[in-house]
Nanobody, 120 residues
Framework: VQLQASGGGLVQAGGSLRLSCAAS????????MGWYRQAPGKQRELVVT???????NYAESVKGRFTISRDNAKNTVYLQMSSLKPEDTADYFC???????????????WGKGTQVTVSS
């Protein structure tokens, strides 16, 4: 299973960016998808996840500013980031918990980070 993320970049504070992440490979179902981020010198932290049924779990720091959505038919998750702040600067990692075949345990996969830089 591969996760291909895109959409990072440089933006001024208050601006917006949209990240996308598409999963491909041996996929029977995807239980949850989402985004984590890691700033320099800090641990990786949850940004938001979404289940196949649409239930979401947002970090408090991004509630009201970030919106996650998911296209189950395309195995793709999107992150619309608005009102960006310099503290949102980090590498953003796509995440998916994938069941590769019926009856097997789902496994967590990670994409390569995509950098988001917010200038003040």
């Amino acid at each position: 299973v591969q996760l291909q993320a895109s959409g990072g970049g440089l933006v001024q504070a208050g601006g917006s960016l949209r990240l996308s992440c598409a999963a491909s490979g041996s996929i029977f179902s995807i239980n949850s998808m989402g985004w984590y981020r890691q700033a320099p010198g800090k641990q990786r932290e949850l940004v938001v996840t979404i289940t196949s049924g649409g239930s979401t779990n947002y970090a408090e720091s991004v509630k009201g500013r970030f919106t996650i959505s998911r296209d189950n038919a395309k195995n793709t998750v999107y992150l619309q980031m608005s009102s960006l702040k310099p503290e949102d600067t980090a590498d953003y990692f796509c995440y998916a918990r994938v069941q590769e075949h019926w009856g097997v345990v789902s496994v967590a996969y990670w994409g390569k980070g995509t950098q988001v830089t917010v200038s003040s």
